[in-house]
């Protein structure tokens, strides 16, 4: 599903922030990626949702070469993988209606399709009720669900979040995680970048951590690892 093959990053002014990845993950897992402070997990994210490209190497997403995609297929491969922040970017003007909707409108989703889908994913997150609501009028918590449905209503195979429970309280993060537990339940893979050592070590799942830009730990039911 994600495979990554002696990938390396320079940035422009030539720090190389991966160094040699190597990675493969299965259709369906849940995937933790640790690591102290400027390993490489960002640049790891956003070279997958080729928000960058890499320097050298390969990376294949459901078995298409990301090298050889052309920026016109990037909106496809976007439709196959969703993407949440820590920062939730949500468009701050527009109802968290508008916001979910946006992303079918963008690939031309039939209109009466949009509302359908919609309101299917807000009742996944459980916030069917805010559909009218103003994303400025929402907790953190709800904004971060909001982030989540957005990500998930074109039914991607594949949910990045990068620190997605970084600017909550513990209670609201682990409601997120139940959120994400039962996104990977029904069938999708999630690689989630995260400093949460407490919800790493409790809730279980295969942890892979980097260093220095590679892959130095990769283990089912890992742990955090490091200094919380
Ligand atoms: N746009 C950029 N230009 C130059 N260097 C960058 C850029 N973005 C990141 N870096 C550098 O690349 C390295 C990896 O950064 P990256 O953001 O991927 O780390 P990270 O593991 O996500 O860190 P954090 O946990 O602090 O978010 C760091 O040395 C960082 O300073």
Redesign the pocket.
Known sequence: MITMKRVRKT?P?G?Q?LNGMNIHIDKGEFVYVV?P???????FIKLMIRELKPSEGLIQINGNNLGDLSDKQIPYLRRKIGVVFQDFKLFTKLSVYENIAFALEVIEEEPEQIKTKVMDVLDIVGLKSKARFNTSELSGGEKQRIAIARAIVNQPAILIADEPTGNLDPETAWSIMGTLEEINNRGTTIVM?T?NSHIVNTLKKRVIA?ENGKVVRDELGGSYGYQA
């Open positions: 940035y002014n720090v922030a690591g402070s400027g390993a490489g997990k960002t640049t970048a400093h980097i």
